[in-house]
């Protein structure tokens, strides 16, 4: 089964432009959360989409959005880019969202978003 | 919401030595709590849960403690190996959300 792909890998962008990101979740799978990574602040929850509607939301400013389409594929998009937007943005895929049953979420290898 | 605090940020053991990651949570109602291990360049990758309904679990050589009253559990790794080296997150689930409060990561380093 293949797992949880992202694309794309890298992406430079600058400041003002919007970007769109896009996740795969495994098959099966129909929840599709997203994360942010950076060094200062380590792994931030920023939102979680089931059954295309948005479950979760992280605290993070209304440039940042997402959607997920019916065949659970999910993308993010941040619009008006800051430098502090500069991180690696990672997706996580679990059969079902919930964390009372076993949903391990699976991590995908992330986007490196770099704002100049 | 959910706040987990994650101690030491750096942690130097001898290969063949245990090692110790130390996590506090916030929220009484969180309910779940993974370990997610990093290795250089790559994905997070489970390594090991617990849920709330437990004390202790173990797996081979890793080994997770949890204690409710005092709101913080632990990760153990017994007879250290090289390939443990990289960091190492714990995190907690806030109950009824479902979006993981993350810990700011232990970097782990086994020195030969």
């Known amino acids: 089964k293949a797992g949880v792909t992202q694309t794309p890998r890298y992406l430079i962008k600058t400041r003002g432009q919007q970007v769109t990101l896009s996740c795969s979740p495994i098959?099966?799978?129909?929840?599709v959360s997203w994360y942010q990574q950076t060094p200062g602040q380590g792994l931030q929850f920023l939102f979680e989409?089931?059954?295309?509607?948005?479950?979760n939301k992280g605290n993070f400013p209304g440039r940042f959005s997402g959607r997920q389409f019916s065949n659970s594929r999910s993308e993010m998009n941040v619009s008006t880019l800051e430098l502090g937007d500069s991180a690696l943005y990672l997706c996580?895929?679990?059969?079902?969202?919930?964390?009372?049953?076993?949903?391990?979420?699976?991590f995908g290898p992330g986007t490196r978003l770099t704002v100049l | 919401g959910e706040n987990v605090e994650q101690h030491p940020s750096t942690l130097s053991v001898q290969e063949g030595d245990s090692a110790v990651i130390k996590c506090t949570y916030s929220?009484?109602?969180?309910?779940?709590f993974p370990w997610y291990k990093q290795e250089l360049g790559k994905r997070p990758q489970l390594i090991i849960d617990?849920?709330?309904?437990?004390g202790e679990k173990k797996d081979q050589r890793i080994a997770v403690t949890l204690n409710k009253t005092a709101k913080h559990f632990s990760l153990h790794i017994t007879e250290t190996q090289p390939e443990d080296s990289a960091v190492y997150f714990c995190?907690?689930?806030?109950?009824?959300?479902?979006?993981?409060?993350f810990g700011k990561g232990t970097h782990l380093i086994i020195q030969p």
């Open positions: 996580a895929s679990s059969p079902s969202p919930g964390q009372g049953a076993l949903n391990e979420q699976f």
């Open positions: 617990i849920r709330s309904n437990v």
């Open positions: 995190a907690a689930v806030e109950g009824g959300a479902d979006g993981l409060t």
């Open positions: 989409y089931f059954s295309e509607t948005q479950r």
């Open positions: 098959s099966g799978h129909r929840s």
């Open positions: 929220d009484s109602a969180s309910n779940y």
